[in-house]
């Protein structure tokens, strides 16, 4: 799912051969500046700028995407792939959305017609920013004509390896070979699996064909010419260990243009504004300059910052983060008397803030929705929760940056993440950013595979992960894990990694769960089911799937089984929570089910209930132990997390296995013998949860203060 979506696409065609181009505008309408991501060669289309598009709507720009011809949603012609052709394309875009004049980033093959727009059509290029800088500036090295590289390019091997791949006949024959040796040449970063695997997805919209007349029609092209005519501000960003174009191309920019902005960015690869798309898109923002002139900015003196501030940052994956979060604020709140917390989070976890008086930063309004990302991943009943998180770069690289701008101000005196993936990720990826201690908190440790096929990928993200914490220590001031080192499961990161259970144990601290709830006694109990409006003698069963969308194939499995649970269970009332994204009408309830919408303080209907049925998510099946109330609880497939983590934990405080049901299991009848069977079966003994989980967080966390 993509964090910005275009305000407008369409095709522009070209005057001088009638090729159409596609394109898409993103951000205001009535922005006062336009940024135009220039198409890169057509080995991959316009959504290899995905990572860079949402930073820069949210500044306030407007922005400019497009595919080159041969890729994409663009035509593909037999012949026409020079420079000038697709000099000619951009332009026929600019003039077909009335832009006369807009800030130019180009990536790559891009850098060629991007000095050529801004050599000869200077009037309508205000910057031109370059990534990877391909341009014929250093004799004997690509893509120089005179380089061995483009020297064997129309040469026939019979078994070509290496470099000898990238060939015509090749390309032509075996195309996927290629692509193969070539795209880790791209990204040849360690643990880079998404972007390799991204760019082999966008290069199979092209073909081998087309790709060997992009070289072998591109024509003549005078770099040194068009430099000394370009008079707009040149930025250049180049990896100094990228081994497609040496970075003594950028080295020679320098040399050429004293007046360049050059970044090498050390250790970098071809593609830095994949694999190190934070780091690019602040460069790019600072080279070009804001999105609006005349704004209203405040900095606050350090003397006049006497009241203590704190960042929370909440993830919105399930609602029981943010009660718990409420819990650890208000105990911090009172270890740190005056204490200022904002809330960065997104609805419907905001809402949830509003309503318990808690101040929510206007920066979230910006961020982009997670959940109806898992949504649009999820089957019936079914989320690989590593895989859609690993398809939420877009996403979490956003999201960053938003809370970027929230912070840059450097008046907070902590920022905390609550799962705040993003967070954690690109600080240690951009340790320089950390300006104010950080705490850490998850409920979960390590990222498990579904299946082998997977092992190499989560292997790959847990060892990163590894090694970055390894590396820089000082980002994480706290590292908290919301449990008790039992309830971390024992297993490897992956082949030869150490053991999640030790690792986390050495570098977590565990204050035990973080309960926001008391237990509730008989008496307490009854005089909710009261409050509540539930009748003498009845069997009152909840349903709930938290808030995102994905448990509507569940609430319907539920809902088919009534008929048969009221049969078995005499009294039996079954109160429905579809949640915030679920529309309670879609559900086609029968007679004698509820069905509601959002419940606030759904916890109480837990306390109060003779059964729940619940998804599998930590939140609310810790809550309903904290209760002592019997419920079962159905985790999604291919969810690592509510699969293995979630129930480790539940057998350490006496829930019995039988309380997990398979989806495959949900059969009216099977399901309304469970359901029976669990309301007649005497009460489980559970361990009781910790109670002052909230406050031993707190206290670390005032530390820090």
């Not at 320089?432 to 998850?442: D, G, V």
């Not at 008989?522 to 089911?529: C, K, N, P, S």
């Not at 930590?618 to 904290?626: A, C, N, R």
Request: charged share 25%.
């Amino acid at each position: 799912m993509r964090a910005s979506f275009p305000r407008l696409s369409g095709l522009a065609t070209n005057p001088t051969d009638g090729v159409k181009v596609f394109y898409e505008v993103f951000g205001p309408e009535d922005a006062e500046r336009t940024l135009m991501f220039l198409p890169m060669w057509a080995i991959t289309h316009s959504r290899s700028w995905k990572l860079q598009v949402p930073c820069f709507v949210n500044q306030g720009f407007r922005v400019i995407t497009m595919d080159h011809r041969g890729n994409g949603k663009s035509d593909r012609p037999e012949t026409g792939y020079t420079l000038e052709a697709t000099v000619q394309d951009v332009v026929a875009v600019l003039d077909e959305l009335k832009v006369e004049r807009c800030a130019m980033v180009a990536k790559s093959a891009g850098a060629r017609w991007g000095s050529l727009l801004a050599a000869n059509h200077a009037e309508r290029v205000t910057h031109l920013a370059m990534v990877a800088v391909t341009l014929p500036l250093v004799p004997g090295q690509p893509p120089a004509s005179d380089s061995e590289r483009f020297r064997r390019f129309k040469l026939r091997h019979e078994s070509p390896t290496g470099y000898d791949k990238y060939n015509a006949h090749h390309w032509r024959t075996n195309f996927r070979d290629f692509l193969d040796f070539f795209v880790p040449e791209l990204v040849s970063e360690p643990h880079s699996t998404k972007q390799i695997d991204d760019i082999t997805e966008y290069s199979q919209e092209t073909t081998g064909e087309i790709l060997a007349r992009t070289v072998e029609e591109a024509g003549s092209f005078d770099a040194l010419d068009a430099l000394g005519r370009i008079r707009c501000p040149l930025l250049a960003i180049h990896g100094s260990d990228d081994p497609v174009i040496p970075v003594a191309v950028a080295h020679r920019l320098k040399e050429l243009r004293p007046d360049a902005q050059v970044h090498i960015v050390e250790g970098g690869g071809h593609s830095p504004e994949a694999r190190d798309p934070v780091k690019v898109n602040l460069l790019i923002s600072e080279f070009i300059g804001p999105a609006r002139t005349g704004r209203l900015s405040t900095w606050r003196r350090a003397p006049s910052r006497k009241a203590k501030r704190a960042l929370f940052v909440s993830s919105p994956i399930g609602l029981g983060h943010v009660l718990r979060d409420v819990a650890i604020a208000r105990a911090l709140r009172a270890q740190v008397p005056g204490l200022q917390i904002d809330w960065l989070s997104q609805h419907p976890v905001t809402g949830i803030l509003e309503r318990r008086g808690e101040t929510v930063h206007p920066v979230s309004q910006q961020l982009s929705i997670e959940s109806a990302h898992l949504e649009e991943q999820c089957g019936e009943h079914d989320l690989n929760a590593f895989l859609s998180y690993r398809k939420m770069d877009e996403i979490l690289t956003a999201n960053f940056h938003s809370f970027h701008s929230a912070v840059s101000d450097g008046s907070y005196d902590l920022w905390i993440a609550d799962e705040g993936w993003e967070i954690d990720y690109f600080l240690h990826e951009n340790p320089e950013l950390k300006r104010a201690p950080f705490a850490w908190l998850t409920d979960f440790v390590g990222w498990l595979p579904n299946g082998a096929d997977e092992e190499r990928l989560t292997t790959s993200y847990n060892a990163q992960m590894l090694e970055q914490i390894d590396r820089f220590t000082h980002v994480r001031d706290r590292s908290i894990f919301v449990g008790n080192p039992r309830d971390v499961i024992d297993v490897p990161f992956g082949p030869g990694l150490p053991s999640i259970r030790d690792w986390t144990t050495a570098n977590f601290s565990f204050p035990g769960y973080v309960q926001y709830i008391e237990r509730a006694t008989t008496d307490v109990r009854q005089a909710l089911r009261h409050e509540l409006g539930y009748r003498d003698g009845e069997r009152v069963i909840v349903v709930a799937v938290g808030g995102t969308g994905v448990g509507k194939w569940l609430l319907s499995r539920i809902i088919e089984s009534f008929p048969m649970v009221e049969r078995r269970v005499p009294g039996a009332r079954m109160i429905v929570v579809a949640g915030p994204r679920i529309d309670p009408a879609s559900l086609n309830a029968p007679r004698g089910v509820e069905v509601h919408g959002y419940v606030d303080n759904l916890y109480r209907h837990f306390a109060a209930c003779d059964l729940a049925l619940v998804q599998g998510g930590l939140s609310s099946t810790m809550e309903l132990v904290s209760f002592g109330t019997p419920f079962l609880y159905f985790p999604l497939r291919n969810h690592f997390e509510q699969n293995f983590h979630v129930p480790l934990r539940l057998a350490n405080y006496g829930v019995p296995p039988d309380a997990k049901v398979d989806a495959a299991d949900t059969h009216p009848e099977a399901l309304a013998d469970r359901i029976a069977r669990t309301l007649d079966r005497a009460p489980t003994s559970l361990q009781p949860v910790e109670s002052d989980g909230a406050e031993r967080v707190a206290r670390s966390l005032a530390e820090l203060l």
